[in-house]
Protein backbone atom coordinates (compact mmCIF):
# COMPACT_ATOMS: atom_id res chain seq x y z
CA UNK A 1 0.00 0.00 0.00
CA UNK A 2 1.08 3.25 -1.55
CA UNK A 3 1.40 6.34 1.36
CA UNK A 4 0.67 9.63 0.18
CA UNK A 5 1.18 13.24 1.75
CA UNK A 6 -0.82 16.23 0.97
CA UNK A 7 2.32 17.94 0.17
CA UNK A 8 1.79 16.31 -3.58
CA UNK A 9 -1.33 17.96 -3.92
CA UNK A 10 -1.20 20.96 -6.16
CA UNK A 11 -1.63 24.25 -4.23
CA UNK A 12 -4.98 25.01 -6.27
CA UNK A 13 -6.35 21.92 -4.47
CA UNK A 14 -5.01 22.39 -1.32
CA UNK A 15 -6.61 25.43 -1.57
CA UNK A 16 -10.14 24.05 -1.92
CA UNK A 17 -9.56 21.76 0.44
CA UNK A 18 -8.25 24.67 3.45
CA UNK A 19 -11.70 26.81 2.20
CA UNK A 20 -13.81 23.78 2.97
CA UNK A 21 -12.28 23.27 6.52
CA UNK A 22 -12.78 27.27 7.08
CA UNK A 23 -16.55 27.10 6.20
CA UNK A 24 -17.13 24.69 8.68
CA UNK A 25 -18.35 25.31 12.06
CA UNK A 26 -15.75 26.25 14.04
CA UNK A 27 -14.61 26.96 17.66
CA UNK A 28 -14.37 30.44 18.64
CA UNK A 29 -12.07 29.70 20.85
CA UNK A 30 -9.89 28.45 18.69
CA UNK A 31 -7.12 30.63 15.91
CA UNK A 32 -9.33 31.19 12.44
CA UNK A 33 -7.99 27.99 10.03
CA UNK A 34 -6.03 30.51 7.90
CA UNK A 35 -4.06 31.46 10.72
CA UNK A 36 -3.60 28.08 11.35
CA UNK A 37 -2.96 26.87 7.97
CA UNK A 38 -0.49 30.06 7.56
CA UNK A 39 1.84 28.17 10.38
CA UNK A 40 2.50 25.31 8.98
CA UNK A 41 5.00 25.76 6.36
CA UNK A 42 6.22 28.19 3.69
CA UNK A 43 4.46 26.51 1.36
CA UNK A 44 1.22 26.57 3.56
CA UNK A 45 1.41 30.25 4.07
CA UNK A 46 1.70 31.31 0.59
CA UNK A 47 -1.48 29.57 -0.42
CA UNK A 48 -2.89 30.79 2.40
CA UNK A 49 -1.84 34.37 1.88
CA UNK A 50 -2.47 34.02 -1.90
CA UNK A 51 -6.06 33.08 -1.41
CA UNK A 52 -8.65 36.09 -0.28
CA UNK A 53 -11.44 33.60 -0.41
CA UNK A 54 -9.69 31.87 2.51
CA UNK A 55 -10.15 34.89 5.14
CA UNK A 56 -13.58 36.00 4.48
CA UNK A 57 -15.65 33.95 7.41
CA UNK A 58 -14.91 36.51 10.56
CA UNK A 59 -15.95 35.34 13.74
CA UNK A 60 -16.00 37.63 16.31
CA UNK A 61 -16.23 37.12 20.46
CA UNK A 62 -15.04 38.25 24.06
CA UNK A 63 -11.44 35.99 23.41
CA UNK A 64 -8.58 39.09 23.42
CA UNK A 65 -7.35 37.79 20.08
CA UNK A 66 -10.63 37.76 18.07
CA UNK A 67 -10.64 41.36 16.91
CA UNK A 68 -6.65 41.17 16.09
CA UNK A 69 -7.89 38.13 14.18
CA UNK A 70 -10.56 39.91 12.22
CA UNK A 71 -8.39 42.41 11.30
CA UNK A 72 -6.01 40.44 9.75
CA UNK A 73 -8.75 38.16 7.74
CA UNK A 74 -9.80 41.88 6.61
CA UNK A 75 -6.57 42.63 5.08
CA UNK A 76 -6.16 38.94 3.56
CA UNK A 77 -9.56 38.78 2.18
CA UNK A 78 -9.05 42.01 -0.15
CA UNK A 79 -11.93 43.05 -1.92
CA UNK A 80 -14.38 39.90 -1.67
CA UNK A 81 -17.41 40.10 0.30
CA UNK A 82 -17.09 38.67 4.22
CA UNK A 83 -19.39 37.10 6.51
CA UNK A 84 -18.86 37.99 10.03
CA UNK A 85 -20.63 36.65 12.87
CA UNK A 86 -20.12 38.32 16.37
CA UNK A 87 -20.85 36.14 19.80
CA UNK A 88 -22.92 38.71 21.78
CA UNK A 89 -23.81 36.31 24.40
CA UNK A 90 -19.74 35.81 24.95
CA UNK A 91 -19.35 39.51 24.24
CA UNK A 92 -21.79 40.86 27.08
CA UNK A 93 -20.85 38.02 29.31
CA UNK A 94 -17.19 39.57 29.91
CA UNK A 95 -17.52 43.46 28.39
CA UNK A 96 -13.60 44.08 29.90
CA UNK A 97 -12.03 41.23 27.58
CA UNK A 98 -13.66 42.66 24.63
CA UNK A 99 -12.21 45.96 26.00
CA UNK A 100 -8.73 45.32 26.07
CA UNK A 101 -8.73 43.55 23.20
CA UNK A 102 -9.56 46.75 20.70
CA UNK A 103 -6.79 49.15 20.04
CA UNK A 104 -5.83 52.24 21.99
CA UNK A 105 -7.79 55.14 20.24
Not at 11 to 36: F, H, Q, R, Y
Not at 50 to 67: C, D, K
Request: proline residues 11%.
Amino acid sequence: MAWYTVEILPDEVLGVILKLVADSPMNLAAPPTPIVAARVNRRWRSITLSYPELWTTIRISHRPHSLRWASISLACSRTLPIDISINLEACLRNPNDVERSMPPP
